[in-house]
């Protein structure tokens, strides 16, 4: 039962990959198109290493993205634009 669920998605993952239609819902989600990592850890008054640890990210991420080395990909700039919204609202979520 559950093998022949995951060749129907396949075979509807493969179809969708080829334009075709295949009658799946499709979301579009919008993220920030950027944000300024090192802003946001200064705003917090925060150390790279303390801003990393509280929110669960890596020291060279945060080191990476400030440099300009590298940039936040999707759900990490959501997370990102949430904390410079309200960082109480992801150390409690964190926490819990």
């Given at each position: 039962?559950?093998?022949s669920?995951?060749?129907i998605g396949m ?19 919008k993220t ?5 990592v ?12 303390e801003?990393?640890r ?9 080191r ?9 990909e999707g ?6 634009k949430v904390?410079e ?5 992801v150390?409690?979520a964190?926490?819990?």
């Amino acid at each position: 039962m559950a093998s022949s669920k995951i060749l129907i998605g396949m075979r509807q993952a493969v179809a969708y990959a080829r334009g075709e239609a295949v009658g799946v819902r499709e979301t579009t989600v919008k993220t920030p198109a950027s944000v300024d990592v090192k802003a946001i850890r200064e705003g917090l008054g925060l150390s790279q290493s303390e801003f990393a640890r509280q929110f669960g990210f890596s020291t060279s991420s945060i080191r990476n993205w400030e440099q300009g080395h590298r940039y936040p990909e999707g759900p990490a700039r959501v997370l990102l634009k949430v904390i410079e919204i309200d960082p109480e609202v992801v150390r409690k979520a964190l926490s819990a």
